[in-house]
């Protein structure tokens, strides 16, 4: 393994690739410690650091949420403070509405040409994104959390500096969206996703220092609120849910499919047996990320509710169940807004018509279906059964870390590494870098990463 790593470097372009990207990343890692000089960054770090510490702060559970698809840092307001979430928003904006809207339905299908007016459309939106997003979020600061009071100092609370931290948090995202876009464009890997998985990462520290600071605590024997047990379970754990991560990521049902043969002069063309690959998560991380925000919702609610009245028990169990202790309510809500949004996605994303039509066009059959609705309706029936399997992993990887959490009362921010959407990003996008490596190495007629010797 570690001659191949050398291999990768000795490759001219792949080098200079690589060695960008991890420039640009650098520039990302810096920018995400650069502070806003208008606001108080000890006040907000303990304003932060209290809503964190408290089970039931429904806000600081959604922050955490979006700081971790955002690659963004709440805790120390910054000039990436709104990552690069509204960039992903418009792209899922224009993603859903390319789906049923017939201008942009025909962009879509204009392939480089549209795709890349559809990529001038986004921008355009991510701008005005930013500006409504960090207005409201500088305004939220000048308000303070929780009557903590004013988080902005004193001699900038005043609109003109609040409008100017709003354009800085602005040209802080569209700066990581550029970034973003020059790795895809001269580096390696996907820009945003990378970014994405950057942040992740950088919480990495912090969880092992929350491990080694509670082993120290309480030591390692048995029994301990770190023990050697546990650590060792938290361990095996981590490997085998990686594992699982890889198997059904990769996991695709192959259809098998047919040219039909034509006879040119003498020679006859076609008549090979091909397959059709149907990946098993068709949907990817979207499922996760779309029933996590819509649970936000019934926490805000119900913890509003519990407080106007507070006699009300049943209330309380409520706002207790989706905010801070997130038992079996919670998770049962979790994974059947995970299945219904695995199939939505997959409805999105997947035309069954378009497929068989294309099959079509090159003259490609299914064996045993004929061409046009037959195949189509076959397509959707394989669809709709691997959809099945692959919500149902979602649902797994998805419940582990509230699960992991509870049982063995560990932090939250450790047990987030053991699955939910912060793993399947990072084990997605590894995959997906390794497999764009290795077809560089290909073509150059060496081995891959991941082939044998």
Request: charged share 15%.
């Amino acid at each position: 393994m570690f001659t191949k790593f050398i291999t990768v470097f000795k490759i001219p372009e792949l080098r200079q690739k690589i060695l960008l990207t991890l420039a640009l990343l650098a520039v990302f890692r810096i920018g995400y410690m650069i502070p806003l000089p208008m606001v108080n960054q000890a006040q907000i770090a303990k304003v932060f650091k209290d809503m964190e510490e408290q089970s039931g702060s429904g806000l600081g559970s959604v922050l955490k949420m979006v700081q971790v698809l955002s690659a963004s840092s709440f805790g120390m307001a910054t000039i990436f403070g709104l990552g690069i979430m509204p960039y992903i928003s418009a792209s899922i904006i224009f993603q859903l509405l390319a789906s049923f809207y017939p201008p942009l339905e025909k962009l879509q299908k204009e392939g480089e040409s549209g795709r890349k007016k559809i990529n001038e459309y986004t921008r355009y939106a991510t701008v005005f994104l930013c500006l409504g997003q960090s207005f409201m979020w500088v305004r939220q600061l000048a308000g303070g959390f929780g009557g903590s009071g004013s988080l902005l100092l004193d001699d900038f609370n005043s609109l003109w500096w609040q409008m100017l931290a709003a354009l800085i948090m602005t040209a802080g995202t569209i700066l990581l969206m550029w970034i973003g876009e020059q790795i895809d464009e001269y580096g390696i890997g996907n820009g945003i996703s990378l970014l994405i998985m950057a942040g992740i990462l950088g919480r990495l520290p912090s969880a092992i220092a929350s491990i080694w600071s509670a082993a120290k605590t309480g030591g390692l024997a048995l029994g301990s609120q770190m023990g050697i047990e546990k650590i060792l379970v938290l361990v095996a754990c981590f490997v085998l849910v990686i594992l699982m991560v890889i198997a059904v990521s990769q996991a695709q049902r192959r259809i098998p499919t047919q040219s039909a043969k034509h006879v040119r002069g003498r020679r006859v063309f076609g008549g090979h047996r091909q397959y059709l690959p149907l990946k098993v998560n068709q949907s990817g991380v979207m499922p996760i990320i779309f029933a996590s925000s819509l649970l936000m919702f019934p926490m805000f609610l119900f913890q509003q509710l519990a407080s106007a009245w507070s006699g009300v028990d049943f209330l309380q169990t409520l706002a207790s169940a989706f905010g801070g202790e997130r038992g079996f309510l919670y998770n049962l809500c979790y994974v059947v807004l995970i299945y219904f949004f695995c199939y939505f996605w997959t409805a999105i994303i997947f035309n069954p018509n378009d497929m068989s039509n294309n099959l079509k066009d090159y003259g490609s059959f299914i064996p045993g279906y004929r061409p046009g609705k037959r195949t189509a309706d076959y397509l959707e029936r394989v669809m709709v059964r691997i959809t099945y399997v692959g919500a149902a992993f979602l649902a797994v990887v998805a419940v582990i870390p509230t699960v992991i959490a509870d049982v063995m009362n560990i932090d939250m921010v450790v047990a987030s590494f053991f699955g939910g959407t912060s793993l399947l990003i990072v084990v997605s996008v590894g995959l997906d870098l390794v497999q764009k490596i290795d077809s560089h190495l290909v073509m150059r007629n060496y081995k891959g990463l991941m082939e044998e010797d």
